[in-house]
């Protein structure tokens, strides 16, 4: 054997020696902490052995509503199921604490186009308030009979009627299993932040009083989950009014596609700086909230603040006459079959 052969052999089992050190590196920077548990795959021993007082339950949410022709609609739920991620990965570095992770409910209550009064639009699919209520009372329920303590839904959607569903069903729960759930997205110093950072004059006139799939929500699915995103959005006309009044008459316009404000100006850049900004502050108020750090009967709700605003409560009121249509259409074939 030549020396020159000797070398090459040496290179090549130093190089394969070092790249099998850095996957395993990257293999344990990756790794999920062994304390986070997706409920789904555990048995009811498993489930039983835990510590409920140590124990976080985690409850991300997700709507079906169109975010127009460039974004997907479970655009709230990839969001909603990345901060979820991040959170527990926070809880799970404290001692002898565990997350339990539950399935991500894939329902919501009233879509975007009910600011146009268009009821039904593809991509949207809700359920009734009450039905929104009942199904996580229910949840609520099944975890406070299992001595479950600590609860967070994750559930970010701009309805208000959404979120008063969610708020109601945390208060069932702590007041009946003496617990403490939380609504997260609920509260109004997290809500109000959402997508959001700082924005240049012109991109700030140019997206205008923006509450769906405008620029800051097409640029966190740019970052989050770019390949869902259809590049057509380069193009997009805005549909950029500056007041809740005239975003209703720009969804009530044949024209509208389903978003307000600006997509085109959207940047991948963006939508991090926004994360990075929500998911911090968003999860180091979950850790205060468990460290009891936060009165949470001193804290805004989005629900009840969004009262103040008769345009609000005007639409809210609307969307509800339209769910009572739909339930009496529901009961009224229910009848028909006996089965009522």
């Known amino acids: 054997m030549n020396k020159s052969y000797f070398v090459l052999i040496i290179f090549i089992l130093t190089f394969y020696s070092c790249k099998s050190d850095t996957q395993k590196d990257l293999q344990t920077k990756n790794a999920v902490p062994t304390n986070i548990f997706q409920l789904k795959e555990l048995n009811t021993t498993q489930i039983q052995s835990f510590d409920k007082s140590k124990t976080v339950v985690l409850i991300p949410g997700g709507i079906l509503e169109e975010h127009g022709p460039f974004l997907p609609s479970f655009t709230d739920g990839y969001w909603n199921e990345k901060l979820t991620d991040t959170i527990a990965k926070a809880i799970a570095k404290r001692k002898d604490w565990n997350v339990l992770i539950f399935p991500t409910i894939p329902l919501g209550n009233s879509g975007a186009n ?17 039905t929104l209520r009942a199904l996580f009372m229910d949840i609520a329920t099944e975890l406070g009979e299992q001595k479950f303590k600590n609860l967070f839904i994750i559930h970010g959607h701009g309805a208000p009627n959404h979120q008063r569903a969610l708020d109601q069903t945390a208060d069932y729960f702590n007041d009946t299993y003496h617990g403490k759930m939380v609504n997260l997205m609920g509260l109004n110093p997290i809500i109000l932040n959402w997508f959001d950072a700082p924005k240049t004059l012109q991109q700030q006139k140019e997206d205008g009083f923006t509450i769906h ?7 966190s699915m740019l970052y989050l989950v770019p390949h869902l995103v259809d590049s057509n959005y380069k193009q997009a006309t805005p549909f950029t009014g500056n007041t809740m009044e005239e975003l209703i008459e ?91």
């Open 213 to 219: 799939a405008g620029m800051a929500e097409t640029s």
């Open 250 to 340: 720009i969804g009530k316009s044949p024209q509208w596609k389903g978003y307000f404000g600006s997509q085109r100006i959207a940047t991948s850049q963006y939508g991090q700086d926004a994360w990075s900004r929500n998911s911090k502050m968003i999860t180091q108020y979950v850790l205060d909230i468990l460290d009891n750090k936060i009165n949470l009967d001193t804290v805004v709700r989005f629900g009840n603040y969004s009262k103040q605003s008769k345009i609000d409560v005007m639409l809210d009121s609307l969307s509800l006459k339209e769910e009572q249509k739909r339930k009496e259409k529901q009961l009224s074939w229910l009848k028909k079959r006996g089965l009522k």
């Open 114 to 130: 009910d600011v146009g009064m268009k009821y039904s639009f593809p991509g949207t699919y809700t359920v009734r308030f009450e």
